[in-house]
Structures are given as C-alpha cells and as structure tokens.
C-alpha cells in the first residue's frame, strides 16, 4: 500500500535565503534575494517497521541541501545568455549588460539554465534523490517557497 510522508519547510526549520537573477524578465532579472522553505512529500510501501522513510534523514538531508545555498548567490551554469567566468577568487557575472563580480565563496554554481523557482525545485528533488537510499520510495515531491505562499512544486520518480 503507497503512502507518503510529508515535511512542512516553514514549520521543520528548512529554510535557506539567497540572492539570484532570473534573466528572462526585467525586473527578476536585476539582481535580488528570497527567504525560501523546501517542503517534501516522500512517496513509498512501508518498510517491515511500518514506515516509509526516517523523518529524522530526510529533514536532514533537507536541510544539508539548504545549507549549500544559504546566504550564497545563485549562479545558473547553463543559462544562455549569461556569461559566467571564474577569474580567481572571483566571479565575474555579466546579464543584460550589467557586470557584476562576486567573491567566489559567496556564489553557489548550479547545473540548471535558471535559477527559477521550478529550476530550484528539480535541482532540490536530484539532490534529494542521491540521497535516498531506502529500496521501498518510489516518489518525491518538492516544494520550493519563495516567501510564504507562493512557490513551485515538481515531481520525481525514483528508480531503484
């Protein structure tokens, strides 16, 4: 019988803020931040002691994610038109004509072409996914909030 387990980001303390550019819309694509929560629903048979998964590992799980970009700046890899480069200890970011260099310390390099809500979202759920290793999961939903009451959710099967 599937069933599933769910984790409230607000309410759990898995909460992350960051700064980031979203290119393809003029005002998201001047620079700015967003205090986030990552939500999970965990989907599964229950295990031979009658549960899905552990809340204790998947909250910290969550939240190891969260900590990766907590108080960094997100920077897309694959976005197109944006153009990346590392010169020392630096990042050199340029978008729509505006040049901006950050510490490289202070950035989190993402494999997405956006740092969208949705492109966090899956990016959040892959991460997430290396980390199960339960044999009985078979689902995972991710909710990303951008602020209380607006976010995006994605879904991710999990092949065993």
């Given amino acids: 019988m599937i069933g599933y387990i769910r984790i409230d980001g607000w309410k759990a303390g898995i909460k992350f803020s960051a700064a980031h550019i979203i290119p393809e819309y003029e005002k998201c694509g001047r620079l700015h931040g967003h ?17 899905i998964m552990d809340f204790i590992h998947l909250k910290n799980s969550l939240k190891e994610i969260a900590e990766e970009l907590d108080h960094k700046i997100l920077i897309p890899e694959k976005h197109k038109s944006v153009k990346v480069k590392k010169i020392d200890d630096y990042v050199e970011l340029i978008n729509n004509g505006k040049r901006y260099l950050f510490p490289k310390e202070d950035c989190a390099f993402l494999p997405v072409s956006s740092t969208s809500a949705e492109s966090l979202a899956h990016y959040i759920a892959d991460r997430l996914a290396c980390k199960i290793n339960e044999k009985n999961i078979t689902e995972i939903e991710i909710g990303l909030d951008e602020g209380q009451g607006q976010g995006a959710w994605v879904k991710r099967r999990i092949e065993q």
């Fill in 35 to 51: 205090s986030y929560a990552i939500h999970a629903k965990v989907y599964g048979n229950p295990n031979e002691k009658g549960i």
